[in-house]
């Protein structure tokens, strides 16, 4: 193996790439974690040694073993303080996957019919079947309001996993058994045929809440409406900006953020995860984050366990047992998170119209505070604004938080919740929330801030009713400067 010294290695495009999964298995099952930034450099010392040359204890394997280049590049990652740099992205490879979701506005007349029986098929069986329509979208919340997986690290897992069981009963339908779920780019309208019977609206069978009874039928805007409040809220620039980030909390609080928004811009029934899947566009539209994610693992680098552990930078709790569990899925966590084995893909959309995707490169990322050992530098123009604390289980239902200058709105974020979030685990255990907005300097500078939070009206998300903010916890309001990160 040959291999060049590197000089000024970093962790995100250098370093992760010199352990290969099983060692990092390996030493994970000895009680040694170094499958993340931190934990590595909390290693680093005695990595370097036991990997170093001649003698070397790791990798086991003679045709492993480090080179004298590779440890060397080690070292000096080690004596330049660990940076920890970015990653280079790779482009998105055609997908193996014996599964391939296309973008809706792709289907073939056959392919969209089969789609129609699959939806109509589940839509007729019996509530209490559990391949039913109405059992697997109570699954999302009411009925069954203990499995909220939202504002957590188990959000994107879940949802996948949760996709795979509707395609799964879509496919149990006969004649239908090679099915795929499509995506709604949620940057352009949504297809015409999502508002024509079976995707336009579905109506209970039986009552899921006193809110809800039997009867109750799914509503949502029309589509020139919806991608007004797509605009307005300013999705798919949220979407860009995720998909840039690759740090696993970042890019996973910049896409539930947009994916809250796109809920509410949607319309009554989507604005609650009291109902929302049982609006058919939910599968559509959940088909997409899915598809944002997929995207971000392959850019990344991270489409398994370990692999993806070295985007982490809090907490990876969720993956080890018993915290792992997708409640009422048999998969785990740190099973969703491998892309081969979950054996599903996406088509590129086949026509000129395009949706946000993984930049090329990336650049360091601004934020309103940054650890003191990194080196950095102020931005000129733009500025971070958190409303900090806003205590949601005050709030019942979705809401959003409003920041204004002179009373102009300057910039709104919404949030997805049930109207019932006491009594919801997953809520109180996180019932302070924050609210991050990047403004213009010239659009706050010199002029008086507001913050409102709104509750979103049930019949109609566009309008809400202000909450007093001591009544949601007094949050406070934190203006920086931002600050960009140098590599």
Not at 19 to 44: C, N, P, Q
Not at 132 to 145: E, I, K, N, Q, R
Not at 213 to 226: E, K, N, V
């Amino acid at each position: 193996m040959t291999e060049s010294i590197i000089e000024e290695p970093t962790y995100m495009r250098d370093v992760r790439h010199f352990f290969a999964d099983v060692d990092l298995d390996h030493m994970f099952g000895l009680g040694i974690d170094i499958t993340t930034y931190d934990a590595l450099k909390a290693e680093s010392t005695d990595v370097y040694v036991h990997t170093l040359g001649p003698n070397a204890h790791m990798p086991p394997e003679p045709d492993r073993k480090w080179t004298a280049e590779r440890s060397q590049s080690f070292f000096n990652w080690i004596s330049k303080g660990h940076p920890l740099g970015v990653p280079e992205v790779q482009p998105l490879a055609t997908s193996a996957a014996s599964r391939i979701r296309k973008d809706a506005r792709d289907l073939s007349a056959d392919e969209l019919q089969a789609l129609r029986n699959a939806f109509s098929g589940v839509m007729a069986l019996e509530p209490d079947d559990p391949n039913s329509y109405f059992t697997l979208a109570g699954l999302h919340w009411f009925p069954v309001p203990s499995e909220c997986k939202h504002h957590e690290d188990k959000y994107n897992p879940w949802h996948r996993v949760f996709m795979n069981r509707f395609e799964d009963a879509l496919r149990s339908v006969p004649g239908c058994e090679t099915v795929t779920l499509p995506y709604w780019d949620i940057t352009g309208a949504p297809p015409n045929f999502l508002y024509e019977p079976p995707f336009d609206s579905y109506t209970l069978p039986l009552d899921v809440h006193a809110l809800y009874p039997a009867g109750y039928a799914t509503s949502r805007f029309d589509a020139a409406t919806l991608m007004e409040n797509v605009a307005s809220y300013g999705i798919p620039e949220d979407i860009t900006t995720s998909l840039a980030e690759f740090r696993w909390s970042r890019f996973t609080t910049g896409i539930e953020g947009a994916h809250d928004e796109g809920h509410v811009s949607i319309g009554p029934t989507m604005s609650r995860p009291d109902v929302a899947a049982f609006d058919p566009l939910f599968w559509f539209f959940h088909s997409n984050w899915e598809r944002l994610w997929w995207n971000w693992q392959q850019a990344m680098q991270a489409t398994t366990e370990w692999s993806f552990r070295s985007t982490i930078d809090t907490s990876t709790l969720f993956l080890t047992p018993p915290f792992n569990a997708l409640e009422p899925f048999s998969q785990t966590a740190e099973q969703a998170i491998n892309l081969a084995a979950m054996d599903v893909g996406y088509a590129e959309p086949q026509g000129p119209d395009k949706g946000p995707v993984v930049p090329e490169t990336l650049e360091p990322s601004t934020r309103g505070s940054l650890i003191a050992s990194s080196t950095m530098r102020a931005t000129r123009r733009r500025v971070s604004a958190r409303v900090k604390g806003v205590d949601r289980l005050a709030i019942p239902g979705s809401f959003r938080v409003v920041l204004r200058a002179d009373g102009e709105p300057v910039g709104r974020r919404a949030f997805f919740q049930s109207t019932q979030p006491k009594d919801c685990e997953n809520c109180r255990q996180r019932r302070r929330a924050d609210f991050d907005f990047v403004v213009d300097l010239e659009d706050v500078s010199d002029r008086s801030l507001s913050v409102d939070v709104e509750l979103l009206s049930r019949d109609d998300p566009r309008e809400g009713v202000t909450v007093p903010l001591r009544a949601c916890g007094n949050p406070t309001l934190n203006v920086r400067v931002l600050l960009e990160e140098m590599s």
